[in-house]
């Protein structure tokens, strides 16, 4: 959210002079800008240097918004060190132009990243695959971390709508929950008057079942949920490890200008889903059928879902480490609320509902909530340490407040340099957080770095969470847009570093220059090539015009860091094949001529001489 937009937002809901004057304080840019006094820096840098060939404690994952891009970076230095293309072509990698990654895109070429999660197990990270959601067109991908690649884009979701509060991983990775931000009329395809939002729109939470050897993703179970606005979530661990929770906004069911209509309940919700009871209700047949998937009616399975009364227009919901306690954060109000899950548990038993929602239950707020935590303006985000505190972000303050969990009360208050959106601790959605650092995801960064016009960076800010006090050690900058971050100790990851020969099951891998080879078939040329320092093997390819080519690439090279590209001029094909690995490369040869295709990865002296041509000899 820009500063204007921001003050639109708040003018509308007219939180009152001492919040506007917080903020202009906040936007105003770097006069305010809290930078490091002088004496404190040489410790910051002390803090943060990871000198030439030493290497971070941590992996840093984020998630790259409507870039459709994961980053990661090392903690503490901040440096960015790669970037994973998830939901967007990316030539850097070849991502896209090969026929396995532009099959998994299917029909788009975009997506918004929002929320990576990391796999569990006993809930811990394991550091097998990332998950990450897709806000724009209902998908969930899957990035191996044994070699930080998109394997699988899971989607289009049949039923939902803005895939926003998502992904988030149970306990052991049973599943990873989704669901819509947007309500819609259901089945898609539907239309209904936006008149009869609030009576023919739905809502759908999801779980999608993850295979616990391959990580694949399949639909579990869906349920079909009140036409609110389901934002994020947080899957329960130890005592609640059987939920999954979820915020939503919009418990008016409002249409129109949100900012207005859906702000005026005291109180919106968060709703918990029992996956255990979803699972059962699934296995009973106690489903009804919806686009092909059988969807949990709350009705007709009672037990799946309840509702806890939230401050209003929550966006955060964290579970703490023990599993204990649920953290809900209205960012409309300055307190955070509390439950624990034995009051939720002794509620339910005891049928203390407050009323129900479409016929789901609305527990007792009194009954249920634990603490309300003073924590200040605009909370957002709640993350964990490995001591007991919580870290909440303050949006509208720009700030992180750090509490104690238990006795409740807040500790210290660190400003940060703009409009705090989330934060990462590390590991700090686990049950064994990291502590140490933490990361600030903001919005804005006006006047923290040289200007590069009206297009700003997003700033991330590293805190250190060690000691009593929160210390602001550096500011690093991103691409639009984290929208948050997974921190996982670099010693839980060992990547490979090329793929080994007796992995690549690909049929048209070759490994011999002597296997090479052009065969037609009609008009179909089919290629097996090699590519090796410094050379393509077929360097000639000679086809007629409108042949359907296919070109089996394969990079014997078993050295770390030889990479090969296949830069075809003219034809919008950059493929790049990483050791030991073959990729597809499809196309119809449209236009007559000759092409140069080349190495686009430097990987010798003789890079440059790395090249061949496609001679394509013109129809007659
Ligand atoms: S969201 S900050 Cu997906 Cu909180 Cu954007
Ligand atoms: Cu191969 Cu450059």
Same mark, same amino acid.
């Given at each position: 959210?820009?500063s204007?937009?921001?003050l ?9 002079a ?41 992996y #840093?994952f984020?998630?790259g918004?409507?870039?459709?891009? %994961?980053? %990661? ?18 030539p ?8 396995e +990654? ?12 929002? &929320?990576?999660?990391?796999? !569990? ?12 959601s ?22 289009p979701? *049949?039923? %939902? ?18 669901? +819509? ?5 259901? =089945? ?6 936006l ?6 729109? $739905? ?8 295979? *616990?050897?391959s990580?694949k993703?399949?639909?579990g179970w ?12 947080d899957?329960?661990k130890?005592?609640s ?29 968060i ?15 106690? @489903?009804?059928?919806?686009?092909g998937? =059988?969807?949990?009616?709350p ?9 806890? *009364? ?21 960012? #409309?109000?300055?307190?955070t ?19 129900? !929602?479409d016929?789901?239950?609305? #527990? $007792? ?9 003073n924590v200040g303006?605009?909370?957002l ?8 505190f ?24 660190v ?14 959605? @686990?049950?064994? =957080? ?13 006047g923290r ?12 800010? #590293?805190?250190?969470?060690s000691? !009593? ?67 393509f093997? *077929? ?6 015009q ?5 070109? &089996? ?5 078993q @050295? ?6 296949f ?6 094909? $950059?493929?790049?094949?990483d ?8 196309f ?23 090249q ?5 000899? =013109?129809?007659?």
């Amino acid at each position: 959210m820009k500063s204007n937009a921001l003050l639109k937002w708040l003018g509308g809901i007219a939180l009152g002079a001492l919040i506007t004057s917080v903020l202009m304080g906040g936007c105003g840019g770097p006069k305010q800008s809290g930078r490091t006094a002088r004496s404190d820096v040489q410790e910051a840098a002390i803090k943060t240097y990871v000198a030439p060939g030493d290497l971070d404690e941590f992996y #840093l994952f984020y998630s790259g918004g409507h870039s459709g891009n %994961v980053y %990661v970076a090392g903690i503490p230095s901040m440096r960015h060190i790669a970037t994973v293309p998830v939901f967007t072509p990316y030539p850097a990698t070849g991502y896209g132009f090969d026929k396995e +990654s532009k099959e998994m895109l299917g029909e788009f070429t975009w997506g918004d990243a929002h &929320h990576p999660s990391i796999s !569990e197990t006993g809930g811990n990270y394991d550091g097998r695959w990332l998950f990450i959601s897709d806000n724009a067109n209902n998908r969930m991908a899957r990035i191996d971390l044994r070699d930080f690649k998109t394997k699988e884009v899971f989607g289009p979701i *049949p039923n %939902v709508s803005g895939n926003h509060c998502s992904s988030f991983v149970t306990e052991n990775t049973e599943y990873v929950l989704a669901g +819509s931000r947007f309500s819609i009329p259901l =089945p898609k395809g539907r239309f209904e008057s936006l008149d009869d939002y609030a009576t023919k729109y $739905n809502g759908l939470v999801a779980g999608i079942k993850v295979d *616990p050897q391959s990580g694949k993703m399949n639909l579990g179970w869906e349920v079909l949920m009140p036409p609110f606005n389901y934002d994020l979530g947080d899957a329960g661990k130890g005592p609640s490890a059987e939920w999954g929770f979820w915020t939503c906004y919009n418990s008016e069911r409002a249409t129109g200008k949100l900012e207005v209509t859906s702000t005026q309940n005291d109180r919106d919700y968060i709703a918990m889903v029992n996956w255990k009871t979803a699972e059962k209700a699934v296995a009973e047949g106690k @489903t009804t059928p919806l686009s092909g998937v =059988p969807v949990i009616d709350p009705k007709k399975a009672p037990g799946v879902v309840y509702l806890l *009364p939230c401050a209003k227009s929550p966006h955060g919901v964290d579970i703490s480490p023990d599993g204990k306690y649920i953290v809900g954060s209205g960012k #409309l109000q300055s307190i955070t609320t509390v439950y624990h899950i034995e009051k939720v548990m002794t509620a339910i038993n005891n049928k203390d509902f407050a009323g129900d !929602e479409d016929g789901i239950p609305v #527990l $007792n707020y009194d009954s249920v909530k634990e603490a309300e935590v003073n924590v200040g303006l605009g909370p957002l985000h709640t993350q964990f340490d490995d001591k007991g505190f919580a870290y909440t972000s303050l949006f509208v303050e720009s700030a992180v407040t750090k509490w104690k969990l238990g006795t409740w009360e807040v500790i210290d208050k660190v400003p940060v340099s703009y409009n705090i959106g989330h934060l990462s601790a590390a590991e700090g959605d @686990t049950k064994t =957080p990291a502590g140490k650092y933490l990361v600030a995801l903001n919005k804005l960064s006006h006047g923290r770095h040289l200007n590069v016009g009206p297009s700003q960076p997003e700033s991330s800010q #590293l805190i250190d969470i060690s000691g !009593e006090k929160q210390v602001l050690l550096y500011d690093a900058f991103t691409e639009p847009e984290p929208h948050y971050a997974q921190i996982i100790l670099a010693s839980k990851l060992s990547p490979i570093e090329v793929y080994p020969q007796a992995e690549n099951k690909d049929p048209n891998a070759i490994w011999d220059v002597k296997d090479a080879s052009i065969k037609r078939d009609g008009n179909k040329v089919v290629v097996k090539m090699i590519a090796v320092r410094s050379s393509f093997e *077929p360097y000639k390819v000679e086809v007629n015009q409108g042949d359907k080519v296919t070109i &089996h690439l394969t990079n014997i090279e078993q @050295t770390t860091d030889e990479l090969h590209g296949f830069g075809l001029n003219e034809h919008n094909i $950059n493929v790049v094949v990483d050791p030991g690995e073959t990729k597809t490369i499809e196309f119809i040869a449209k236009k007559p001529g000759v092409f140069p295709f080349y190495c686009t990865n430097f990987c010798s002296a003789l890079h440059q001489e790395m090249q061949g041509y496609l001679l394509v000899k =013109p129809r007659s």
